[in-house]
């Protein structure tokens, strides 16, 4: 079919909205079309060129929430009419990462996928027969997707799909930080470093765990107060002497759970050392730039301190993402407030705008 997408043509320059084709679903592959979409840093980075692992032309876009409009063969667990969330990570159940359950990160379709291919190592969009690769398996920048079964989560039809698609990313990443990832224990004293969408996930995921006390650590007193209304107790304005602010607030110790959302190095070091000794967790979740290191004193670890990373905020999507969106419908987490502009595909490249500007949480296109 043809369509309209946004397509990276060329890094650093702006996303052009052109008509482009896209092939019927093949074994394994589920036709999605698109309700509405997040637009990420993910997306940004990736069409400055500053990812050394990015290719052009591809359709940009992983944050999708949507409707099945038609399955391939052997296509078992959707149907048509279901309301799916795009997977970036997806959840075969069958590779040894699944099995394993120990880590949310899949090994089915990686390779291909890092690639800009579906698992069949070929593509479904083209544009005069010349192939477009897909982006991070999702490419939902676009009126429709094809993406296989084991990257979409099937969602309640009650939730708003313009809700929805937060939980494709940023939103999940924090909850899930807090959540699955460092499992955070009910009374403890948490510590988030970056009030954006993942840290204000976390600070929410944080509240759903029990913690007894929620310090959001920001540069902007704006995104400080959305971390009120997400359930921090208390927020500070980030700066160097935060890390001896923490340890003055906990009798000398650090906090039980610190939280990284900036992808900055200097940061994560302020969150491995605002950790509690004896067993404080440090999770990062921010990407750190190319090439850059975190810098830790290895007396920190030997007293007890531990650093986790988290990918996708170590969620099993297909599992995961409709429970967390379940408890958005339950009334547990406001979304509402994430959602700064509403934006239509062909203001795609206001949304990156927005963000470079640090105008609002997210922006939604919403293809209606
Ligand atoms: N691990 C994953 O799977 C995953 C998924 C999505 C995003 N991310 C990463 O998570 C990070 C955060 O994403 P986001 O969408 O929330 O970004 P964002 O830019 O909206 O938020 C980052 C926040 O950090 C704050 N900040 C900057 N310097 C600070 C400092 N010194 N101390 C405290 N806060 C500071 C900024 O003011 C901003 O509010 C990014 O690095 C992003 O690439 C990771
Ligand atoms: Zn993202
Ligand atoms: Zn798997």
Redesign the pocket.
Known sequence: MRMTAAVLEQFGEPLVITDVDLDEPKAGEVLVRLVACGV???DL?TASGVDPSGYAPTVLGHEGAGVVEAVGPAVESLKVGDHVVTLF?PQCRECEHCLSGQTNLCLAIRAQQNLGYLPDGTTRLSRDGEPIRHFMGTSTFAEYTVMPEIALAKVNPEAPLEAACLFA??LS??LG?AMYTAGVRRGATCVV????????GAVAGCRLQGAGRIIC????PD?LELAVGQGATDTWL??PE?VERILAETRGFGADYTFE????V??MR?AVESARMGWGLCTV????GKGETLDVIPRWLIQGRRIA?????GLRGRDQVPELVNRYLAGEIDVEPFISHRLSLRDVNRAFEL?EA?DG?RSVISFA
């Open positions: 990420c840093h993910t980075y990570s990313c940023g990443t924090g930080a470093f970056g009030a954006g969408m993942v840290g204000l650590v920001d540069l902007s995104r980030a700066g935060i959302a900036t992808g900055r200097d940061v302020q979740a921010g990407v750190a990373g988290s990918s996708f905020g963000m640090q949480i």
